[in-house]
């Protein structure tokens, strides 16, 4: 072979991939057509499960139950700050019944008649019912989720007749109607799942993980897992307004920096989870939308762990609350999306509500006081930890705090836990020092206290507090709350506030934002507790 | 022929053996708590306890071993708890993705780098020599995964020339009827045009990517081969016989020099799956090396002791098929046998 004849060769290849790459740009009408009609969605990771009552289910798979099953109830929506749709925590409206009458003893739903699951099978009381007891029985997740409402025993659903179905309080408690309307009581095919049920499935939760049997706004006609999910419109639905997508396409693309690109292209619709950073860069991008809400009911926090020395000294505690760079994590390692948890006035009252800001602010003196009074003028040594999995904001929140603790002699040793083992090292209860994030679905102080602060000491008292003054006012908040005492209410929960202030166990950092960024032709988004999409208010004009 | 195959494949039934203890034991020992992980953000150390249970990893591990291995002779590969498919069909979608992936950019850098092994080889010293010594640099000390990201935002986001880089298809566009799994072939069977063209274009540019990894080996080897094949003295013979050049440099001295070529070649192959796995991330692309990373960061072990092991086997029939093919190049293996 010779020069030239090389030559040619190459030149006959560059040839044949110049007609493979001009290609994609020959779309047919129909192709258009079928773009105009779908959204297409891409994010990192995609379900493992489509059924939320499934062992292990993820996140994404939440999603997928929100969008294809009904619940009883559903929540209204209301204007957040932000501008945007936000849920409505108080103001409740059907979507599988089309009536609730609350009892002293009781709740009592008449079912819409004209319901239908995706197979055509009428929605009746009796599926309501197996889909309840389905969901306090299975164990896992879905079964605490309905705990959290004090909904434990299949004995509470009852089926009046065809389309009534009653709900027996085992005692008051004002999360019961809140965690109807959450993802977990959502209800199913109950002829179609048991047909499919084995004896060792008596739930048939293999045939819901692989298939969805609801009667919800979409249905998954195809999913290919780590790569697709492919939703349909149900043409039947009854519950709502009917959807403006007939198609939903929702690709997994696991590099953050071409979920951008694929946006800045239009060729995505809507992506939500890209790194801060981008989010800030894309704000300036005209042809993109993008709306911040920060998490209802959701904080990440520094703990200490208070069962050991030196954290066992709240004025330890303190100190170290003077000495974190509140507003350079702020700025440098959330890019301003976040809400802060600081800098209230000296002078500000507490609020009856959560998150709320606290009072300290950076005093590095007032922080070396603090040590030298609990003995420790001279500083010590501990680690700080933090789970990889989510190292985009971690990361840098914590070499802040080490090179801020520094200042006042506490050093840290940074110690980063892969994201399988995180879960792991929390429930130990046994690292000194960490970041970590918890949000509630239920939107209410004293929940996120009961599980965070209570002496029960739960997997989310990750500092393992327990303060006999602090289990009065969290049990005084509920029951005020059962009994629709206001006052006694807001008492109790600003007691709470104020204590953990005082006290410190865990300093709030900020309150974390889910961005969503989407296409300037895609209107509708709406933010709900679960933070996932509702594809059912989206428009594509 | 079938004898010595035979006798081949009982020699590979040990090392089958020691990566199943091997792949087991290593996730086993992985930091990590499958249970806790899937027992989800909300969950109590009783509803972990039950997953543990469910998921049989209570049980002892002699135990655990056993009723993986009784599993493995029916064919039963285990569940993936990341994708909650069963490990095997999971892996029998995926490894057409990536062996399609990784046999399209191993040809690419065939078709580049061999010529210009051969014409670097032949002009030593020359232009072309120097070209290829940078371009094989260049491609060795460019990681693929920027390599890959930086032909996505020149081709794609700037230039434009290329598809999105959503997988093997257009989200659009749908798959052929699967015969053997290759997009490619079996839109060609199908006669489809349309789509054989739509999945040559999201080939093209992550096939490229593994292709410029891949040439520094080849081009050297065929190089450095070549260069000693030239200098020995039936080639000198050849020449001094008045045969025309391409008949020396083709037939004579390149069929000599083609041994170690074929030998780096199934090296590189392997080397290029392990490269596989960023590509795939970077490009999407739904393939074998993406799945098993997904697991380990999850440790679900199901997948990655699927993975270790469908990679051994393909290992051990890539390293036959190579020894297979020295006897087709080289008369006197025949002879030898």
Known sequence: MDRRKFIKTAGAAAAVSATGVSAPAIVTSAMAQSRAETLLIVSESGPNNLDIHGVGTNVPGYEVSWNCYDRLISHEMKTGENGAPYYDREKFKPELAEDMNVGANSVTFKLRKDATFHDGAPVTARDVKWSLDRAVSVGGFPTFQMKAGSLEKPEQFVVVDDHTVRIDFLRPDKLTIPDLAVIVPCVINSELVKKNATAQDPWGLEYTKQNTAGSGAYKVTKWTPGTEVVFERNEAWKCGKMPAIPRIIWRMVPSAGNRRALLERGDADISYDLPNKDFVELKSNPKLSIISTPYSNGVQYLGMNVKKPPFDNPKVRQAVAYALPYQKIMDAALYGLSKPLFGASAAATTQPSWPQAHKYNVDLAKARALLAEAGLADGFETTLSFDLGFAGVNEPVCVLIQESLAQIGIKTTINKVPGANWRTELNKKEMPLFTNVFSGWLDYPEYFFFWCYDGQNSVFNTMSYQNPEMDKLIASARSSAAAGNKAAYDKSVEGFVDLAYTDMPRIPLFQPYVNVAMQKNITGYQYWFHRRLDYRALVKA | ?337
Request: hydrophobic share 55%; with cysteine.
């Open chain 2, 1 to 337: 022929m079938l004898k010595i195959l035979i006798g081949r494949i009982l020699t590979t039934i040990p090392a089958l053996i020691g990566v199943v203890v091997v792949s087991f034991l290593l996730t086993r020992v992985l930091p990590g708590d499958t249970a806790a992980y899937f027992a989800g953000p909300a969950a109590t150390p009783q509803a972990i306890e039950e997953v543990r249970k469910k998921l049989g990893l209570d049980r002892p591990l002699p135990e655990q071993f056993a009723s993986y291995v009784r599993d493995l002779s029916h064919g039963n590969l285990g569940q993936s708890l990341t994708t909650g498919q069963p490990v095997l069909s999971d892996i029998k979608a995926r490894l057409p993705a990536s062996a399609e992936l990784t046999l399209f950019g191993l040809v690419l850098s065939l078709l580049i780098a061999v010529p210009l092994g051969i014409v670097a080889a032949v002009r030593q010293g020359s232009m072309i020599d120097h070209a290829c010594r940078a371009i094989v640099t260049a491609g060795v000390s460019l990681p693929v995964f920027f390599t890959g990201l930086l032909l996505v935002y020149v081709f794609y986001f700037i230039l434009q020339i290329s598809p999105a880089p959503l997988g093997r298809l257009d989200v659009f566009a749908s798959a052929p009827a699967e015969i053997t799994g290759f997009y490619l072939l079996d839109s060609l069977l199908a006669r489809d045009g349309a789509t054989f063209r739509a999945s040559f274009s999201q080939l093209l540019l992550p096939g490229v990517t593994l292709a410029i990894f891949a040439l520094a080996p080849i081009a050297r080897i065929t190089r450095a081969s070549m260069l000693s094949v030239l200098s020995m003295d039936f080639v000198r013979t050849a020449r001094a016989s008045g045969l025309s050049r391409r008949k020396v440099i083709m037939t004579y001295a390149f069929r000599n020099a083609l041994l170690p070529v074929v030998t780096t070649l199934g090296m590189v192959f392997s080397f290029l799956l392990g490269a596989n796995v960023l590509v795939e991330k970077v490009f999407a692309w739904p393939g074998i090396g993406s799945y098993a990373v997904e697991a380990l960061i999850a440790s679900d072990f199901a997948p990655v002791q699927g993975f270790v092991l469908a990679m051994a086997i393909l290992y051990i029939v890539l390293n036959l098929l190579i020894d297979l093919s020295y006897r087709l190049i080289d008369p006197r293996m025949r002879a030898s046998s």
